[in-house]
């Protein structure tokens, strides 16, 4: 079964404006994590916000939150004003489970960022 | 400056010419791991370990081996190639998680290896 599911294969957000990428999950432990990381069109992977299953805040970093709903097993990563350099490949991942390092990843959404 | 480095970054090859794509860190790092990553799916785990002279299968090995036989270094080995192995692979390394996982837990990634195999 699918552990990451991302939705949107690709999406346009006209700059400045805030674009939100869905990521929902499935898990039954109690203890995981949830990563988003930014792949660019030069390919490398860039960790950008994290969110444990345990945290009661929703985690920021800049310009990145993201919208934790733990009922609904959904970790939507929000990428405010965005900018002619967001533009690229984002994937959602989890990391299941105590003492666990393999992160399980989405198919990823292409986002593209409109001037 | 902490990083994770492969080599080759780009590579052609043919049917059944075995190569090694290497992968070294130099953040002391226990966990190392090697994903491929192929259009609609993802990052896929190959291969992983925990410390040295401990490596365990992910989910997609076959075709696959690994060795570690130093902390740095984590080599990706095709025996015996075949076209449907090409794919873009990274490596990656990070701490091992503790018993709750941090964000200090995130794996770092290596720049990628685009593998065409003919």
């Known amino acids: 079964a699918q552990k990451i599911t991302q939705t949107q294969p690709g999406m346009f957000v006209q700059e400045k404006e805030a674009v939100t990428l869905d990521c929902t999950y499935d898990?039954?432990?109690?203890?995981?994590?949830l990563f988003w990381y930014k792949q660019p069109s030069s390919g490398e992977m860039i960790f950008l916000i994290y969110?444990?299953?345990?945290?009661?805040q929703n985690a920021t970093e800049g310009r990145y939150s993201l919208n934790f709903q733990k009922a609904r097993k959904s970790a939507n990563l929000v990428i405010s004003a965005s900018q002619l350099g967001d533009s690229a490949m984002y994937f959602c991942?989890?990391?299941?489970?105590?003492?666990?390092?393999?992160?399980?990843f989405g198919a990823g959404t292409i986002l593209r960022v409109k001037s | 400056e902490a990083q994770v480095t492969q080599n080759p970054r780009y590579l052609i090859t043919v049917t059944g010419k075995k190569l090694t794509v290497t992968c070294s860190q130099n953040?002391?790092?226990?966990?190392m791991s090697w994903y491929r990553q192929d259009p609609g799916l993802g990052l896929r785990q190959i291969y992983y370990?925990?410390?040295?002279?401990?490596?365990d299968k992910g989910d997609v090995p076959e075709g696959y081996k690994v060795s570690r036989k130093e902390k740095r270094n984590f080599p990706l080995i095709l025996e015996s190639p075949s076209p449907n192995q090409t794919s873009l692979y990274f490596c990656?390394?990070?701490?091992?998680?503790?018993?709750?996982?941090?964000?200090?837990?995130?794996?770092?990634f290596g720049p990628g290896t685009r593998l065409t195999v003919l």
């Open positions: 990656a390394s990070s701490p091992v998680s503790g018993q709750w996982g941090t964000s200090t837990d995130t794996q770092y």
């Open positions: 898990t039954s432990d109690q203890s995981y994590g």
């Open positions: 991942a989890m990391r299941e489970g105590t003492y666990g390092n393999k992160l399980v």
């Open positions: 370990s925990m410390n040295v002279e401990v490596t």
């Open positions: 953040m002391n790092h226990e966990y």
């Open positions: 969110q444990g299953s345990y945290d009661e």
